[in-house]
């Protein structure tokens, strides 16, 4: 659990306002409020995505707040703006990332599933799909643990790539989840299983 408190958040706005007072005036609190602030970067943090280049990270929010004031909107819009630092924290050192991919079915059933509530955005569908989601993914990277001896990452499409983490994290605890948009152009991806089926292989090169 990341905890981050109102005073953390404050301590972030003051150090961008010693750089660029402009920044913050525009964004706290005329569009977002300091506690959307904390939702934002415990989302980002709690998946491990540095803010310390955080006059960077105020900019690109507040180019994105223009569009969407919505925390976890906002969260996905700032991962793929800071793409190149997670595709490089997952690779390994022939910059290669390993990943296992959802299969036409799941990827289908849970965009139709996805809904923004209250809550936040998740998936409404019957429990029976859910554990069935949840161990099949569980048994892919297990799959290839054991074959390629890391831990690959689940790729997805942007809109159900934050439900589905918050989804498999509490059953998956090694579980990273990325999306295509968070993909840069210059790392290989070897698509090395599929959640729903037992393919394993495959070899592609991503390009932007």
């Known amino acids: ?7 953390d958040v404050l301590k972030l706005m003051e150090l961008v306002r010693t750089q660029d007072q402009s920044l913050i005036q525009e964004l706290v609190p005329a569009i977002l409020t300091p ?25 690109r ?11 976890d909107v ?6 793929a703006a800071l793409g190149r630092q997670i595709c490089l924290f997952n690779v390994d050192r022939n910059k290669t990332l390993y990943a296992v991919t ?17 809550l936040g955005t998740m998936f409404l569908m019957n429990p029976l799909q859910v554990q069935e989601l949840i161990e099949s993914t569980g048994e892919t990277i297990n799959r290839v643990r054991q074959t ?11 809109r159900i790539r934050l439900p589905l983490f918050q ?7 090694v579980i990273t989840v ?25 070899n592609y090169g991503y390009s932007a």
Not at 40 to 58: C, G, H, Q, T
Not at 167 to 173: Q, T, V
Not at 178 to 202: C, K
């Open 178 to 202: 990325m999306s295509y948009s968070e993909l840069i152009p210059d790392i290989q991806v070897q698509a090395v299983g599929t959640v729903g089926t037992t393919d394993m292989g495959d």
């Open 61 to 71: 929010m507040s180019d994105y707040a223009r569009f969407s004031k919505e925390p």
């Open 74 to 79: 906002l969260s996905e819009r700032l991962r």
């Open 35 to 59: 506690n959307d602030l904390r939702k934002i970067f415990v989302n980002l943090v709690r998946e491990k995505v540095s803010i310390k280049d955080i006059i960077f990270v105020f900019e």
């Open 148 to 158: 390629y001896d890391r831990v690959p990452v689940l790729l997805c499409s942007p």
């Open 1 to 7: 659990t990341v905890v981050m408190t109102k005073m």
């Open 102 to 118: 959802l299969s036409n079915e799941w990827e289908k059933i849970l965009d139709d599933s996805c809904q923004r509530t209250e």
């Open 167 to 173: 989804l498999l994290d509490r059953h998956i605890p």
